[in-house]
């Protein structure tokens, strides 16, 4: 069996046409159930060494990453791509596969 993540960027609703989102992203992360406990383990402890003192609410947001808002803020930009860096090295340790697919919007506007 394997979990998988699933996450999208990019989504305006039935506005195709938004100039400031032209791409519809999907994402899914595909994980083995054998390594998703390290997994989760790996990740919690990357958060805790890069964010320590963090809220009771975290969440890792990509987009906050690149474009600190609240907690973010207090990091610098390298700081922030080395914890997204951590996070990738975590995945492709594992092994872990990802498929995307992007849509542009434009084409299926009526």
Same mark, same amino acid.
């Given at each position: 069996?394997?979990?998988?993540?699933?996450?999208?960027? @990019? !989504? #305006? @609703? #039935?506005? $195709?046409?938004?100039?400031?989102?032209?791409?519809?992203?999907?994402?899914?992360?595909i994980v083995p159930e054998a390594v998703w406990l390290n997994l989760e383990k790996r990740l919690v402890e990357s958060i805790q060494h890069?964010?320590? @003192? *963090? =809220?009771?609410?975290?969440?890792?947001?990509?987009?906050?990453?690149? !474009? =600190?808002? @609240?907690?973010? *803020?207090?990091?610098?930009?390298?700081?922030? $791509? !080395?914890?997204?860096?951590?996070?990738?090295?975590?995945?492709? %340790?594992?092994?872990? *596969?990802?498929? %995307?697919?992007?849509?542009?919007?434009?084409?299926? %506007?009526?």
């Open positions: 069996m394997h979990l998988i993540y699933l996450d999208e960027s @990019g !989504n #305006t @609703g #039935t506005n $195709l046409s938004d100039p400031q989102q032209p791409v519809f992203v999907l994402v899914a992360l890069y964010f320590p @003192g *963090r =809220p009771h609410d975290f969440e890792v947001h990509a987009n906050e990453l690149l !474009n =600190p808002r @609240g907690f973010f *803020r207090a990091f610098p930009m390298e700081h922030r $791509l !080395n914890f997204y860096r951590s996070w990738l090295s975590i995945a492709a %340790s594992l092994q872990l *596969r990802l498929v %995307s697919r992007a849509i542009v919007k434009k084409r299926y %506007s009526a």
